[in-house]
C-alpha cells in the first residue's frame, strides 16, 4: 500500500521567508510525528501529534516553527521567517497508535535549503 | 538528559566478515531500544527492535543494561549491508518519540 509521503520533496527559500511543508501518513494512522535531519545527525524530534491535537511539541526550537493536523490526517509543519540555520531535511513519520512498540513509518523527507 | 552516543561514523568490513555497530544510550527510565537503517537513496525504515527479540537479515542486537549498550551485530556481511545505521531510544513516557543517535555509515567491501 502507499506509505507516508511528503510534499515538496525539495524547497528552497530565501532568508525571512514563510514555507509550509505536507505530509501524507499512512491512511489509518493516528499518530503522527515530524522530525528534523540537519547535515550529519541523525534525525531530530520536533512535535508529535494524537490525531488532532499536538500531544507533544517540545522538540520546536522557538516560535517560528508551528504544525497543524486539523482532521487527524494529513499535517503541516509551518515555519515563519526561515533562517539559513532551518536548512535540513525535514520528516515525518506515523504509526497505528502511539506506542512502543508501534513501528514509525517514514517518509521520504522534504529537503529545505534556506539561502 | 538522553543521550545516544554511535562512535563510529564510519565502518568497512570486507564482506563475510563479522560487523558490530556500537551504541551506547544514557537515559532516564527504561526506554525501547530500536535500530533503523536507510539504504542509498531509500527512506529512513525499521531493522530491528528489542522487545521483538528478532533477526532480521541477520542481525541481532543485545541490549546490556549494565552498559547502556544496544550494539548491532551480524556475522556476516554483505554487500547489500552497506548503509546507513541509526540507534534510537523511543521515549516511552507518551510521545514514544525517538532520539537518534548521529549514525553509522557501514560499507561492506567486496
Known amino acids: 500500500g502507499a506509505g507516508v509521503s511528503q510534499t515538496p520533496s525539495n524547497k528552497v527559500t530565501e532568508k525571512g521567508k514563510y514555507v509550509e511543508l505536507r505530509c501524507d501518513p499512512i491512511?489509518?494512522?493516528?499518530?503522527l510525528y515530524w522530525y528534523r535531519q540537519s547535515l550529519g545527525q541523525g534525525p531530530e524530534f520536533l512535535i508529535y501529534?494524537?490525531?488532532?491535537?499536538?500531544?507533544?511539541d517540545s522538540g520546536l526550537p522557538n516560535d517560528r516553527f508551528f504544525a497543524v493536523r486539523p482532521e487527524g490526517s494529513v499535517s503541516t509543519l509551518k515555519i515563519q521567517r526561515t533562517e539559513r540555520g532551518d536548512s535540513a531535511v525535514y520528516l515525518c513519520?506515523?504509526?497505528?497508535?502511539?506506542?512502543?512498540?508501534?513501528?514509525?513509518?517514514f517518509g521520504p523527507g522534504t529537503r529545505l535549503t534556506v539561502l | 538528559a538522553q543521550r545516544v552516543t554511535q562512535p563510529e561514523k564510519l565502518l568497512s568490513v570486507f564482506k563475510g566478515a563479522p560487523v558490530e555497530l556500537k551504541c551506547n544510550y544514557s537515559?532516564?527510565?527504561?526506554?525501547?531500544l530500536f535500530w533503523y537503517v536507510q539504504y542509498s537513496r531509500q527512506r529512513l525504515q525499521l531493522l530491528l527492535r528489542?522487545?521483538s527479540r528478532e533477526s532480521i537479515k541477520g542481525f541481532t542486537a543485545d541490549l546490556n543494561k549494565g552498559e547502556t549498550s544496544f550494539h548491532l551485530k551480524k556475522p556476516f556481511a554483505q554487500e547489500e549491508d552497506s548503509a546507513m545505521y541509526y540507534c534510537?531510544?523511543?521515549?516511552?513516557?507518551?510521545?514514544?518519540?525517538?532520539?537518534f543517535g548521529t549514525g553509522t555509515r557501514l560499507t561492506v567491501i567486496p
Open positions: 513519520a506515523s504509526s497505528y497508535i502511539s506506542g512502543s512498540t508501534d513501528t514509525q513509518y
Open positions: 491512511s489509518g494512522h493516528t499518530a
Open positions: 501529534f494524537q490525531g488532532t491535537g499536538a500531544a507533544d
Open positions: 537515559y532516564s527510565g527504561s526506554p525501547e
Open positions: 528489542h522487545i
Open positions: 534510537a531510544p523511543s521515549d516511552q513516557t507518551g510521545a514514544n518519540n525517538l532520539f
